[in-house]
């Protein structure tokens, strides 16, 4: 695999640090997620694939010292506080770079390490605000409309954090030095809505949220009820994709206004809508499955995996629990990423080979067991 050999210390947090340990697992990096004590608490990590948990007190001096350690032999450390937490805890990177000046030092959060908010609490909606791109989000004449946490947390935070980690690991195997990594969502988002930016002179966002072409103002660009309760999803820009899901509607595009006469925009989505309520979603798809006109089914999580086109390319995964999720994307023809199967590691649960491996003795682990700086778990038999 890609990043095979590569050793990462991940802190545990919430949801965008995890995503972009787990993408570095799928792709081949040995991830250690370094969890808070008391082992009794339940991860929250739900993205804990392929990771292997330590269980590890930081408030305690002999505790971070350990961490000072693991990053002595670590490539990449991932934490995912707020900005200063890492300061306080004497791990800030121009501690922990001076002990391995290799170390790629990847501080994930939310509003970036300087700032007015720096030191404030947020979460993927507030990001989401502060980058400008929740103002575009929304039909017309509603609020602003959050997508779920997919944008700043996941797309903005997670990923982005990936790609910062993969360049400065590629940048180093030049220089031979690592660095910090200052990645903040509401910069990864609004980076991410460059496109936004950068089309502005074409006229493409000059009307009020929830108008416009790509922002579901545009009957061709809508999604739409069928006859059985589901959704199609239209996205027929060009001139020759509309004319063909015309054609599949039934319609004569030479009784119709010109696709782009906006004023048309809100009767063409009736006129669509009315006609889309009369097929299932399965005849729906035998109409446009196989044609230009950029007319797909909205896919449950039920259903997605079992779809034709997403079983013919594997794209979802089970893991020995029989837990369906998507498999790592995108596909490397040489070096795939090769996801775990196995389930997510318990907290502490690989605490000791884990100290062994970055060369604590086990008189050492014994004693910080005893001090009760690190917590051991095993998981229990399945009775
Ligand atoms: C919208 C998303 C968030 C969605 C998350 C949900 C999926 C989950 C949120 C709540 C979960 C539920 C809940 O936990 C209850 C149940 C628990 C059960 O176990 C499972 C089921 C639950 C129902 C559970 C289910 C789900 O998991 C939830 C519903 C987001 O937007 S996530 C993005 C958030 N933002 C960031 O990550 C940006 C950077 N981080 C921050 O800004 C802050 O960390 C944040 C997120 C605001 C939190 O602030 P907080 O004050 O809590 O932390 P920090 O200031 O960063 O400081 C951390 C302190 O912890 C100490 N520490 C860390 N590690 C250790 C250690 N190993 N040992 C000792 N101490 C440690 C550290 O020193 C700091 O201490 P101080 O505060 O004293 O400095």
């Known amino acids: 695999m890609a ?9 545990a947090g919430l949801a965008p640090a995890p995503l972009c340990g787990m993408i570095l697992a799928d792709f081949g990096a040995q991830v250690v997620r370094v969890d808070r004590t008391p082992r009794s608490a339940v991860a929250t990590d739900v993205q804990g694939r392929g990771k292997r948990s330590l269980a590890l007190d930081l408030k305690r001096a002999p505790g971070a010292a350990v961490l000072r350690r693991l990053c002595c032999g670590a490539d990449v450390l991932i934490e995912p506080f707020r900005h200063g937490v890492m300061e306080k805890l004497g791990l800030g990177p121009e501690v922990l770079l001076q002990e391995n000046p290799r170390l ?9 390490q ?3 908010y720096a030191k404030s609490a947020g979460h993927d909606i507030n990001y989401l605000a502060l980058s400008g791109v929740l103002s575009k989000l929304g039909r017309k004449n509603e609020n602003p409309y959050a997508p779920i946490n997919l944008l700043a947390d996941f797309a903005g935070g997670g990923v982005m954090c990936a790609m910062g980690i993969i360049t400065a690991l590629y940048e180093r195997t030049k220089s031979g030095k690592g660095q910090v990594i200052d990645a903040s969502m509401v910069e990864g988002v609004a980076y991410l809505s460059s496109f936004l930016w950068k089309s502005q002179n074409l006229g493409l966002w000059n009307r009020p949220r929830g108008e416009n072409l790509l922002d579901s103002g545009a009957p061709f660009y809508e999604t739409y009820k069928t006859a059985d309760g589901k959704f199609m999803a239209v996205g027929a820009i060009e001139p020759q994709f509309y004319e063909q899901l015309i054609k599949g509607l039934g319609l004569d595009s030479d ?5 782009l006469s906006f004023s048309d ?3 063409m989505k009736k006129k669509f809508a009315s006609i889309f309520a009369q097929k299932t979603q399965a005849e729906w798809c035998s109409i446009f499955d196989g044609t230009d006109a950029c007319v797909t ?5 039920d259903d997605v995996a079992s779809h034709q086109h997403n079983k013919q390319r594997s794209s979802f995964i089970k893991n020995d629990q029989e837990e369906t999720s998507p498999r790592p994307a995108p596909l490397l023809s040489r070096t795939p990423a090769v996801p775990s199967f196995e389930r997510d590691p318990f907290i502490g649960e690989h605490t000791e080979e884990i100290l062994l491996e ?3 003795t086990k008189q050492e682990i014994t004693e910080l067991y005893s001090e009760k700086v690190i917590e051991v778990s095993k998981p229990k038999a399945n009775l």
């Open 3 to 11: 990043l095979r050999g590569v050793r990462v210390v991940e802190l």
């Open 104 to 112: 790629i030092y990847a501080r994930l959060t939310g509003f970036g």
């Open 114 to 116: 300087t700032g007015k």
């Open 255 to 259: 009784k119709l206004p010109g696709q």
């Open 265 to 267: 925009w809100p009767e």
């Open 297 to 301: 089914p909205v896919l449950s999580f």
């Open 358 to 360: 970055y060369g604590f």
